[in-house]
């Protein structure tokens, strides 16, 4: 199995920055898309930003331009650089491990970020 650490979160400004890490341990399969996912209270949690292993990437449009997502296979660890945060931001954000052949899914705890004056 694999396990997720995350790390980052926080309180912040309206237009200020946050970086939020996740290290994953344990039967890493080298064929993976790695990933954050928030959620808020009432609502149906939602991708923000995925990359497989070997680079590729995507992102929700509300974050397009704004945050950016980028992994470091040797440290088995995800980041996801998030600038010009909004209040719309705020949610619990999940790290999220799903491996291709064969096909896992694995969590993260959540971190919380809070953009707020």
């Known amino acids: 199995q694999v396990q997720l650490v995350e790390s980052g979160g926080g309180l912040v400004q309206p237009g200020g920055s946050l970086r939020l890490s996740c290290a994953a341990s344990?039967?890493?399969?080298?064929?993976?898309?790695m990933g954050w996912y928030r959620q808020v209270p009432g609502k149906q949690r939602e991708s923000v930003a995925t990359m497989t292993n070997g680079g590729r990437s995507n992102y929700a449009d509300s974050v397009k331009g704004r945050f950016t997502i980028s992994r470091d296979n040797a440290k088995n660890t995800v980041y996801l650089q998030m600038d010009s945060l909004k209040p719309e931001d705020t949610a619990v954000y999940y790290c999220n491990f799903k491996s291709i052949g064969p096909a896992y899914d694995y969590w993260g705890q959540g971190t919380q970020v809070t953009v707020s004056s």
């Open positions: 344990g039967r890493l399969f080298p064929f993976n898309i």
